[in-house]
């Protein structure tokens, strides 16, 4: 089975096209076409089910909550990589200048470089590359227009999607606990070793200074930036712990303020993170959870395990919705269709993926029924 847009089925148009052969099982098909399409679902043998974000009244055992959860969420890295892109591309006059387009640059080569989820990392090479005509290293007044066409993580919009970092209430939460898990992510995945955290600290520091909106979370955020441990930070481990104490040093300033004016999420209290019960070994024997004592190299191995690449990406492979995945290959296809042959052959396509699913569903209802049986 070939999978293109429906142009590249066209003569001449070939090169393309991606291919998918030998004998798959329909989750198999779906896994390929989910990969393809830079989509999330869920697949499992005793369900087949588009994958949702819990109700607010379930957000503190949400699958992806940072407080029990054994890996980052994808689906919050994702929305805050792609609303961090529209928040910057919408910055107005913040754009303008030489020290803000350095600061573009340093984070969208950062992503290109350490983002945990291919399609994010992949977009932002693509941005990366074309960076240089879209806004000219000479050119002080910001971008070109057509800079903030270019999708961040591939087809979609930046929107309020969470996962763990659903709050209980609107406004709660969100895009701020996305972005720290984007921000940590990124310095998990560091390159090279020895040094990569020196990047990591210029462009993530750059990114905050110009194009965080919160003015006041920002000058907080630069004021740690400018301490002598921030400034010794040189590699992937110092660049990882560095966030770590960071994100905990803002948790406890913002607990106390919590308490005084009862503000924040009372769902999701600011504590030191990780709380033992996710990590027992990070926390040092007879240590308190309200002022604990910790094993930095524990630490160290649970935020590269709770933050890689690979532990990211299984959780996106665990999560496959077929129904969804047809519906978006309909979409992109009906978009790019031009001529008799294209249509032709994406309606072929689009059957192969229909049959896909209905084997899933069929596979369903059997395993449902045999269920039923032995009850």
Known sequence: MKYGHASDFEEGSEQALAEISGKLTAEEVIKWLSKRLNTQYDYGSNIVNPHTVQNSSDASSASGNPDTADKASATDIESATRLAWKY????????????????FM?????????????????????????APKLWP????????????????????????????????????????????????????????EETGGTFWMTAVKGFIQHFFQCSACANHFIEMTEQAEAESVRSKRDAVLWMWK???????????????????????????????????????????????????????????????????????????????????LYDIGRKSTRGSHALKIWLILLGLSAAALFACIRTQKGLNRKSRNTL
């Open 88 to 103: 910057m591309m919408d910055s107005g006059d913040l754009l303008k200048g030489l020290d803000a387009r350095q600061a």
């Open 106 to 130: 340093d984070f969208v080569e950062l992503m290109s470089a350490s983002h945990p989820i291919s399609s994010c990392k992949e977009g932002s090479l693509s941005i990366l590359q074309q």
């Open 137 to 192: 290293a000479e050119e002080l007044s910001g971008p070109l227009p057509e800079l903030q066409q270019l999708p961040i993580c591939g087809p979609g919009e930046a929107r309020e999607e969470w996962d763990g970092c659903k709050g209980s209430t609107s406004g709660r939460r969100g895009y701020t606990c996305g972005l720290w898990l984007l921000l940590h992510s990124l310095a998990a995945e560091s390159r090279p």
């Open 246 to 328: 960071a994100h905990n040093q803002v948790n406890g300033r913002l607990e106390k303020q919590e308490e005084e004016g009862k503000d924040g999420d009372p769902a999701f209290p600011k504590q030191q993170w990780p709380p033992s019960n996710l990590c027992p070994l990070c926390h040092l024997p007879n240590s308190e959870e309200t002022d604990p004592k910790w094993n930095e190299d524990e630490i160290y191995r649970f935020l590269l395990k709770f933050y890689s690449e690979a532990s990211i990406a299984k959780n996106m492979s665990d999560s496959f919705d077929p129904q969804a995945a047809v519906k978006q």
